[in-house]
């Protein structure tokens, strides 16, 4: 579930009031992962390496409290402006923004569907791999056969976008504010003779987060990896 939370209840309280009214919240950063690991896991298993890669961020979300605030534009913020301001933060545009608090975590993968677009549907992250596994591979293929996406309200969605057909180094996304989820991207695996290693770039939200708290989110996705 998910409720509205005064920013002065929780430590994001000065940045809610610093970064909502900032033109660009959004940070993004990008490490090299070493995903040999990985790799072997999911030849082992069966497994497809983007199901493993998605539980592993989301393991590493679930675990740190940042993942689990997240500011929200209000709806026909015009007409309840003067009713949530108490509560709420106005942008640098008369926008009146909540800051609202979840309980759980899902991760959002964007699918090729049968009519050759694309699709996202918001997968429920579970400590049990195999529990995320069968999610994950039910939800995508509803997506990709009926041409539909699906969403889940009520969890803290971590977006992610595999662009496979190349290797990149790096991918900054646009920003608008309808959209503050926090998002990591890349491209193709990159194969070395000891290692096969891949560049994710992260971006996130200032007021969910600090970047220090950001880097420690990278490092613990890295540790996670490691021990699949």
């Not at 009214?21 to 040999?36: A, E, G, I, K």
């Not at 993942?67 to 008369?94: C, Q, S, V």
């Not at 995320?132 to 889940?152: G, H, I, M, V």
């Not at 992610?160 to 180094?169: G, H, K």
Request: aromatic share 10%; with cysteine; net charge positive.
């Amino acid at each position: 579930m998910k409720r509205e939370i005064a920013p002065s209840e929780t430590p994001r309280a000065a940045a809610f009031e610093l970064w909502m009214s900032s033109p660009m919240p959004m940070v993004t950063l990008t490490r090299t992962f070493d995903v040999s690991r990985l790799l072997k896991v999911c030849k082992k298993r069966g497994w497809k390496f983007n199901m493993l890669l998605c539980w592993a961020i989301g393991c590493a979300a679930s675990r740190l409290k940042d993942f689990y605030l997240l500011p929200e534009k209000a709806k026909n913020a015009e007409k309840t402006k003067n009713a949530e301001k108490e509560k709420g933060e106005e942008g640098r545009n008369g926008e009146v923004w909540k800051l609202m608090q979840y309980d759980s975590i899902a991760i959002n993968v964007i699918v090729n569907n049968a009519k050759g677009g694309i699709n996202s549907c918001d997968i429920p992250y579970s400590d049990d791999i195999s529990q995320f596994n069968a999610d994950y591979l039910r939800l995508t293929k509803e997506a990709s056969l009926q041409c539909k996406s699906s969403f889940l309200e009520n969890a803290m969605v971590v977006e992610t976008s595999a662009m496979i057909a190349t290797e990149l180094d790096s991918i900054v996304n646009q920003y608008t504010d309808q959209f503050c989820n926090p998002m990591l991207m890349w491209g193709h695996y990159r194969r070395g003779f000891f290692r096969t290693s891949l560049p994710i770039s992260f971006q996130f939200h200032h007021v969910q987060m600090d970047g220090g708290n950001a880097a420690r989110f990278l490092e613990l996705l890295q540790v996670i990896i490691n021990l699949q």
